[in-house]
DNA sequence: CGTCATATTGACTTTAGTCAATAGAAGTGG
DNA sequence: CCACTTCTATTGACTAAAGTCAATATGACG
């Protein structure tokens, strides 16, 4: 483990995490990047970790897709939230245990594993680690708070354009779409249990979504020909996100 | 303000609140205790804030209940989380703004009022403080989670069984409850409100609920004749809620 | 080539929403 | 305390959204 190509994505994909608020000092900078991490990679649909587990090491996406989710009783699966490369897979678990939720890969999957105690010496030495964590904490559960109003009030329609609007802007802000298109390797059962709908009713809804010319899903690959389009068909503002300024063209 | 009655109470409950998962050292309590607070009352329905603001005061709910909620575009309204007595009305909202939804009073209600930089400099001289706020953080989180999962995959019936289970379990917590009961003033626009649901359908859920015995809802007290019941209907597990083992009797 | 997962379709059912009317309660001004 | 307004709760009739069940494609993969 600790590979050199992974170690340098997993840092520069960190450092652009924690700096996404506010600039860290160089000491912090270079301790982030000499920090133990084991690099693990998942098959899709591969368990990264089970609900009532407390684990010793906080997850970082390098690569793919990863969802938390809650499996109810009747055998339903709620996902919570999905975490896209550069987020940690679950930004609390290291203060509040053991995790109400479940974790796994919802595509094939590369991760850093963290051990907590190595975050938090370095979160006792580094004050600003703190805020950045606390930020990225914030962060997420802004996230979750727009799903709820999603789950509450939108359409089947609207919650898939909804969506693929919020993984466009994500996806964008990691640098990872290319032509308004990018990588989509989620099922239809995992949109449906996302956005709370059957699959036969996602199935539907993606139709819909078709004729209306508001996406092009095909070869793993989904493209927005008119995000504005998109954006008002879904009652999509980015704000949530808290995405930085426009950066310099 | 700062009459001494309110802050005596607010001290209590402040102090219970941030030592729900640890204690804290005596000094960071008495430091607690002399913060400096603003007492301030609100009408039922009053707004406390509005989306997009950025406040510079963090809310702490000393009576009643608070809302936290969305409006979308077509005019509907999500809520996104109930606050008790006991709570931060936005735990996060002194690390990211503007502030992404709104905050509004669901009946009568007395909030404290604490500047941000008073808690910032608190945290600064007691690391401690900033671990119990991180976990009120996460708890917050974690109860929007099970929303999610609620509002995604459970039927009206079973949304109304859950919010209820999740109200007695938090009030009790906070010493609320009586006789397997407690005040209840939100309307079933507000219970709509939270459940994604309308109005109507709510009314004839509360109905069904009543006819199976498992609410007793009238003279703004619910009543609960049989929680283990009510727990199974709405498949409510207090797990996500993080209480404190049973204190000694 | 055969198997398993995923996507699609049709027919039908159920849940929940909408519209509209009425009844009850709470609050206000006189 | 009354008359009045307004909010809240309830009901009925109807519509629409989404779920269920079952069958059939389609595609990925060993």
Redesign the interface.
């Known amino acids: 483990m600790n590979h050199s190509p992974d170690r340098l994505a997993a840092t520069g994909l960190l450092l652009r995490k924690l700096e996404r ?1 506010a600039p860290l000092s160089a000491a912090l900078r270079s301790a982030l990047s000499t920090l133990a991490v084991r690099v693990q990679d998942y098959a899709r649909g591969q368990l990264i970790a089970s609900q ?1 587990e407390s684990p010793e090491e906080s997850g970082f996406v390098l690569e793919g897709i990863v969802f ?1 989710f ?1 499996l ?3 055998g ?3 996902i ?1 939230g999905m975490q896209l490369p550069g987020d940690f897979t679950d930004p ?1 678990d290291f ?2 245990r053991p995790l ?2 479940a974790i796994a890969a919802g595509s094939p999957a590369r991760l850093a594993r963290v051990p907590h105690a190595a975050l938090q010496s370095l979160m ?1 030495q580094h ?1 600003q680690l ?2 950045a ?3 990225d ?6 996230i ?6 999603t ?4 359409s089947a329609y609207q919650q898939l354009a909804h969506l693929f609007c919020e993984l466009y802007f994500r996806l964008e802000w990691g640098g990872k779409v290319r032509d308004d298109s990018f990588e989509f390797l989620l099922t239809q059962t995992d949109l449906g ?1 996302a ?2 709908l059957s699959t036969v009713h996602v199935n539907r809804s993606l139709q819909a979504l078709r004729k209306d010319k508001l996406i092009v899903l095909e070869d793993h690959t989904l493209h927005v020909p008119d995000m504005a389009a998109l954006m008002e068909a879904a ?1 999509f503002d980015p ?2 996100l ?1 995405l930085p300024k426009i950066e310099a063209a």
């Open positions: 608020f009532g938390r809650k109810l009783p009747d339903g699966r709620q919570l609390h203060v509040i109400d939720h006792e004050p703190i805020r964590l606390m930020r904490m914030a962060l997420d559960a802004a979750g708070r727009e799903w709820l109003a789950l509450g009030r939108r249990d956005c709370g009652a704000a949530y808290y």
